[in-house]
Every structure is written in structure tokens, then in C-alpha cells.
């Protein structure tokens, strides 16, 4: 079965501090994995893609790796402010014939304090 | 802003109760979605319009029906609901299907069965 799991569930930092989270999945045939940042009341926002061939992509503070052989994601953020705080969405997308596939992972909560 | 809308923004109906979500894209875009987001659960694909066409049903029940009159416009059509239904309803749209383009999301219905 495709699944995609994150860790952890919830976190909480303070402003200024770094912090990792992690994702594995299981789809195969992978096509591509993303990260999404999900603002309270808003809908998902899209942080980075990567395909197979890539192991690393940033956007800004965000900083995205992803290992295929051990289908393993991370999503690192450097100097959390805020605003960060926020759940984060890993997607993966498995393709299937003509067909693209997302599975979700159920989001990790970042909770950032001043 | 995203470029897609949705409203009513927040939701509450009774079981016996008729009601329509609605979703506008200023994108340009081709394919639109809906997406259901519960409590503690990861976001489920319902349905996809590619070109106005219903190109994905993903087991949904029948009590839930779409209606895409144009590529800008998408309707979720409510009847009958069961109070498990109360959930995040999202709309998003892509370039084209595929999820190799990406998706820009709604802000989202708060839907409460009651």
C-alpha cells in the first residue's frame, strides 16, 4: 500500500531555532515529492517539488533533501520566525500509467514561539 | 491571494439539507479539484476536471456530485450529508492535469454537518 508518513506530529520551537522535518514514503513508481506550508485557515501553499534525479531544493529558509533509495524526505528550516508556524504538507505522487497519483501525508504542526 | 476562491467560506447544514460549494479560479488554468481535509487526517483527492471534463471520481460517495459548467468554474453539489462529513473542503487548480504542474489551493469551506 502507498503511504506516506511524516514525523513528528507536532513540534514546537522557539523563533530563531532551526528545525527538521522528516517524511518516508513507500509509493512506487515515485514521480515527484513535494512540501507544502498550510497556514490556519488557508489552503496549502506549495515550498518546493523535487523529482527523482534531485536531492536537494531550497526556497529561502527552506530547505528540502530527498534520498530515493531510501525514500526519505526532510524539510529543514533555518531561523524560524513567526509566521512560520504552520502545518507542513509532504506529497507524494505516484504515477501510474497516464495517471498521476498524490499521496498526503497527515502534515506535521510547527508551532513557533517568540 | 492564490488566484482561486471559494465560497461560502464556512458551512453548516442539516443531514436533509441542499447546498452548493463553489470555486473560481482567475488562473487561466485547465484542471481543477476537490479535495476533502479531516481532522487528524491526510487530504483526500474527490474529484478532477481536466478541460471541463471529470477525468478522476476517486470512489466518492454519490451524495457529493461536481458540476464544472467552464475551466474557471467548479461546483460541489451537497445533499443528504452524514455528520462524517463535516470536514475541510478544498478546491485547486493546475496548468493542466498532472501533478507534475502545480497546484494552487483554495482557502477552503468549513463544512459542519449537523
Not at chain 1, 23 to 39: A, H
Not at chain 2, 64 to 92: G, I, K, M, R, V
Not at chain 2, 94 to 102: K, L, R
Amino acid at each position: 500500500k502507498n503511504q506516506v508518513e511524516q514525523s513528528p506530529q507536532s513540534l514546537i520551537i522557539l523563533e530563531g531555532k532551526n528545525c527538521t522535518l522528516q517524511c518516508n514514503y513507500t509509493v512506487s513508481p515515485f514521480s515527484n515529492l513535494r512540501w507544502y506550508k498550510q497556514d490556519t485557515g488557508r489552503g496549502p501553499v506549495s515550498l518546493t517539488i523535487m523529482t527523482f534525479s534531485e536531492n536537494t531544493k531550497s526556497n529561502g529558509r527552506y530547505t528540502a533533501t530527498l534520498d530515493a533509495d531510501t525514500k526519505q524526505s526532510s524539510l529543514h528550516i533555518t531561523a524560524s520566525q513567526l509566521s512560520d508556524s504552520a502545518s507542513y504538507i509532504c506529497v507524494v505522487t505516484l504515477r501510474s500509467g497516464g495517471s498521476y497519483i498524490p499521496t498526503f501525508g497527515r502534515g506535521t504542526s510547527l508551532i513557533v514561539h517568540p | 491571494e492564490t488566484g482561486v476562491t471559494q465560497t461560502p467560506r464556512h458551512l453548516v447544514m442539516g443531514m436533509t439539507n441542499k447546498k452548493s460549494l463553489k470555486c473560481e479560479q482567475h488562473l487561466g488554468h485547465n484542471a481543477m479539484y476537490w479535495y476533502k481535509q479531516s481532522a487528524k487526517k491526510p487530504l483526500e483527492l474527490m474529484f478532477v476536471y481536466n478541460f471541463k471534463e471529470q477525468t478522476e471520481n476517486n470512489s466518492v460517495p454519490s451524495r457529493f456530485s461536481p458540476e464544472c459548467p467552464n475551466s474557471s468554474h467548479l461546483f460541489l453539489h451537497l445533499h443528504t450529508l452524514q455528520p462524517e462529513d463535516s470536514a475541510l473542503y478544498l478546491c485547486a487548480s493546475s496548468q493542466e492535469q498532472g501533478y507534475s504542474y502545480e497546484q494552487y489551493f483554495g482557502p477552503g469551506t468549513r463544512l459542519t454537518v449537523t
